[in-house]
């Protein structure tokens, strides 16, 4: 860690960079980049601009913007609205592409046109696929256009960009979990039952919410699941027979209580995985943020055509169940599928190996609180490009 602090020792507070996110579902794509964002600007002393197309599903995330602006300051970053009628403006030092979305024509040229030019980086999905490693730092010129990209990829080895990870993020962690009470009071909750399993919920509507929530009121432990407004809340209104559910609504059948929660903010929906006995998380950004709990995580991963995301999380599980025994390591397995929609999770297979999920997810949360953050590595290799 010393080393990587050594290389981190350089001047870039004249350094600007621009990152470039296009909504295209949900709050995966935004919430990555406004992680980053952020961590680049009050980490590394970046002048960051980050342009997005749909301002308004920033809000959620962080309820201090005004979606009506076209340019504001939040958080040390600028935040700008890209929209078709994208003006010309000078380019960063370093450009960051996430997720693939496709540079204004205008902002290339401005590139282009620079004298030394940007440090352009196509930043990609996380993956813990083998092949990710063979990808990483890959050039690819522009077929125009004197301009390089350069494919990052974040993952779990050491040949990746790493994950993303702000610093004093263990100690935030650890100094919420001595006193949460006031948090637990914030969302209306009861003080903690240690009889009871606190669990929060974060899926997509194709999961098999019904079912969860019919194994959770015959569960041998009793379960208080914390659900967030979003789609999903139709299926538990029809599964409780309501016509819908509103944020503070509770209901209770059997050994389940299920509290309805608004949308957190993305710091308050860290303290909410950092509470919880057990996460059920979507996508990326809060699959990461689930794995710094240090908690039982369940993922459901964004479902892609033809089961194009069924390699990928197979790769995942074959890193995260590394060091289960192995019975444990078959229900996580058979439940994560399950849960997927390939088969039928258990629950109580699920519950049966609890001791051990948590354990290994201490040890996993542990390892990687040893190894380069996502926004340390991206700016070592950008340095010596700018």
């Known amino acids: 860690m010393l080393e990587l602090k050594e290389k981190l020792h350089l001047d870039t507070k004249s350094s600007r960079w621009d990152i470039f996110c296009a909504v295209i579902d949900n709050f995966g794509d935004i ?12 980490e590394h002393g970046l002048a960051v601009r980050l342009w997005v197309d749909d301002i308004e599903r920033l809000l ?29 403006t000078e380019a960063a030092d370093v450009v960051i592409e996430a997720f693939g979305c496709q540079l204004p024509e205008l902002y290339e040229t401005a590139m282009a046109a620079r004298e030394t030019p940007p440090a352009w980086i196509n930043l990609e999905y996380l ?15 522009h077929p125009r256009l004197k301009l390089t990209k350069y494919f990052f990829f974040p993952g779990f080895t050491p040949g990746t960009g790493g994950l993303l990870r702000e610093q004093g993020l263990l100690e935030a962690r650890n100094a919420f979990r001595a006193s949460p009470e006031a948090f637990r ?66 209901l209770q ?3 389940l209580i299920l509290h309805v929660l608004p949308f957190l903010p993305q710091d308050d929906y860290d303290r909410l995985l950092w509470l919880c006995d057990c996460n059920f998380v979507r996508g ?14 369940v993922w459901q991963i964004y479902p892609q055509e033809e089961n194009a995301h069924r390699p990928k ?31 039928s999770p258990s629950w109580e297979d699920f519950l049966r190996h609890r001791e051990a999920f948590e354990h290994n997810a201490t040890t996993w949360a542990e390892h990687f609180f040893e190894t380069p953050d996502l926004a340390s590595n991206l700016v070592i290799f950008c340095k010596n490009r700018v």
Request: hydrophobic share 45%.
């Open 31 to 42: 919430g990555v980049c406004w992680r980053l964002a952020r961590q680049l600007a009050a």
């Open 60 to 88: 959620p995330l962080n309820p201090q913007i005004d979606p009506a602006l076209d340019a504001q300051l939040s958080c040390g970053v600028e935040i700008r609205r890209w929209d078709s009628d994208f003006a010309e």
């Open 127 to 141: 993956s813990a696929e083998a092949w990710v490693e063979s990808c990483h730092t890959l050039p690819s010129p």
């Open 185 to 250: 009071q914030s969302l209306a909750l009861p003080p903690a039952d240690p009889q009871e399993i606190l669990i929060s919920l974060f899926c997509y509507d194709t999961a098999p919410i019904g079912e969860l929530l019919t194994a959770w009121e015959a569960s041998t432990h009793p379960v208080r699941c914390l659900l967030s407004v979003g789609k999903p809340l139709a299926h538990a209104a029809q599964h409780f027979g309501a016509e819908s559910l509103q944020p503070g609504d509770i």
């Open 253 to 255: 059948r059997g050994n």
């Open 284 to 297: 990326e950004d809060s699959f990461v943020r689930a794995q710094w709990a240090a908690r039982p995580l």
């Open 313 to 343: 999380l197979d790769a995942f599980l074959d890193l995260y169940c590394l060091i289960l025994p192995e019975q444990a390591s078959a229900a996580m397995r058979s439940f994560h599928l399950g849960w997927n929609g390939f088969g």
